[in-house]
T-cell receptor, first 115, second 115 residues
Framework: GAGVSQSPSNKVTEKGKDVELRCDPI?????LYWYRQSLGQGLEFLIYFQGNSAPDKSGLPSDRFSAERTGGSVSTLTIQRTQQEDSAVYLC?????????????FGPGTRLTVT | AQTVTQSQPEMSVQEAETVTLSCTYD???????LFWYKQPPSRQMILVIR??????QNATENRFSVNFQKAAKSFSLKISDSQLGDTAMYFC????????????FGDGTTLTVKP
């Protein structure tokens, strides 16, 4: 079946503009994660959605970052008033509620460049 | 909070040889899960292998195996008979609950397999 998809694949924006990044998880997966990967660094956790529970927003770096998940499926990560330090690859992952292996399935990412 | 450390930013190995990637972590928990993910140059992250902390036996998946030392909080990945397709960035990850909650990732090790 289809994997996790993200759009756009690349986004170039000017400093101060708002951007929206989209994630389509695998159908039926109840958990959805957003991570940020800066050049040469590991994955930084941003936010986690699990079913209808309140999301874990503990990784959002500032109040310029927000995310929502509509209908338990598609998620949008919004960055307001973008800064150059927001430049990174933003990865989305999803996983089922019960899986004996605990794997997270990752999308291809959105490369964000703030000029 | 948990932390994951990968002390080797870059490594290289000759095709058909064996290479070991290091990972250490810090946690006060007794039960948890450890993962190795692979991110090829195309960027999509995939799971390589998983280890449950309560299992003493080291996990093995074909040419990939781990050396899990719980007391030392060490979780290294051994790749045998390295292939050109193994060239990728490898991330070690820690997860407290199998099907809930975020993962904590290390900064990654870039592995290059040389012909």
């Amino acid at each position: 079946g289809a994997g996790v998809s993200q759009s756009p694949s690349n986004k170039v924006t000017e400093k101060g503009k708002d951007v929206e990044l989209r994630c389509d998880p695998i159908s039926g997966h109840t958990a959805l994660y957003w991570y940020r990967q800066s050049l040469g660094q590991g994955l930084e956790f941003l936010i986690y959605f699990q079913g209808n529970s309140a999301p874990d927003k503990s990784g959002l770096p500032s109040d310029r970052f927000s995310a929502e998940r509509t209908g338990g499926s598609v998620s949008t990560l919004t960055i307001q008033r973008t800064q150059q330090e927001d430049s990174a690859v933003y990865l989305c992952a999803s996983s089922p509620s019960s899986d004996s292996y605990g794997e997270q399935y990752f999308g291809p990412g959105t490369r964000l460049t703030v000029t | 909070a948990q932390t994951v450390t990968q002390s080797q930013p870059e490594m290289s190995v000759q095709e058909a040889e064996t290479v070991t990637l290091s990972c250490t972590y810090d946690t006060s928990e007794n039960n948890y899960y450890l993962f190795w993910y692979k991110q090829p140059p195309s960027r999509q992250m995939i799971l390589v292998i998983r280890q449950e902390a309560y299992k003493q036996q080291n996990a093995t998946e074909n040419r990939f195996s781990v050396n899990f030392q719980k007391a030392a909080k060490s979780f290294s990945l051994k790749i045998s008979d390295s292939q050109l397709g193994d060239t990728a960035m490898y991330f070690c990850a820690f997860k407290l609950n199998l099907n809930a909650g975020k993962s904590t990732f290390g900064d990654g090790t870039t592995l290059t397999v040389k012909p």
